[in-house]
């Protein structure tokens, strides 16, 4: 279990994370979302003190991940895929780890077995793609088997099997009893994923709840009709004040329940084909809670 308590972290005079408590359940994936420069990847390093917070405290099972004497038993965390040296070969590379946390040899082979690289764990990580060094990075962390997984944006890089094939490793180490923490922009691919989400702002925790939590208070929703007297409907729903949008086939009431579409369609004999609610998806309920703290809004006019 991962436990975040008020933590503060200043660069100078800015402040990056202010006071963010959430936490990570055993069995769960966390999605970790946040616009660029909300302080996503400052929170992550310093939760394992690569930065030095202000304030507050991050703790593994109750533990401070310094006070870890071999922290690749507890905590796997991969928060830059390019960090691993490029001259070494990717055995090599894991072969300083398993040895700086005394685990087994027989442990690099599994996990480059696990990862899909056991045939190029020979090969220098200087010629590795992108996608490679992520699976390179994802052995790192399963290299001592830990009970908590802390991943910064690892679909970065692959290709649409291996982000599939990343659903459904973290899917499985959550099914193990794993906390597992995952930062990603990729807002399709974390609704397939997470379970729960903690979502900040400017450095401030915004929401954390369930994904269908988050969608159902977010993101909008209307209701699609079908029907051979569309033109009808329309009118008197219209004329009583709601609002709709049309096009050749359907109509889209917005902000009415469609039991009131339903009553009043039968009321006016008004045949149905559709009658159904529709709801906006993880991004669209993510974009309107995290509007205001963007950083950077552009335009999508190219010419004046």
Partial sequence: MIVVEGLTKKYGSTLAVDDLSFSVQPGVVTGFLGPNGSGKSTTMRCMIGLDRMQSGRALFDGKNYADLKQPLREVGTLLDAGNAHAGRSARNHLRWMAVSNGLSPKRIDEVLAIVGLQDVARKRVGEFSLGMKQRLGLASVLLGDPRVVILDEPANGLDPEGIRWIREMLKHLASEGRAVLVSSHLLSEMALIADELVVIGKGRLIEQCTVDQFISRHARKWVVVRSPQLGTLVDVARAKGMQVATNET??????????????????????????????????????????????????????S
Avoid at 269 to 288: M, Y
């Fill in 250 to 303: 359907t109509a889209e009431f917005h902000g009415v329940a469609s039991e009131i579409i339903g009553e009043l369609a039968a009321a006016n004999g008004v045949v149905l084909h559709e009658l159904s609610t529709q709801t906006g998806s993880l991004e669209d309920a993510f974009l309107e809670v995290t509007a205001s703290s963007v950083e950077y809004h552009g335009r999508t006019e190219v010419s």
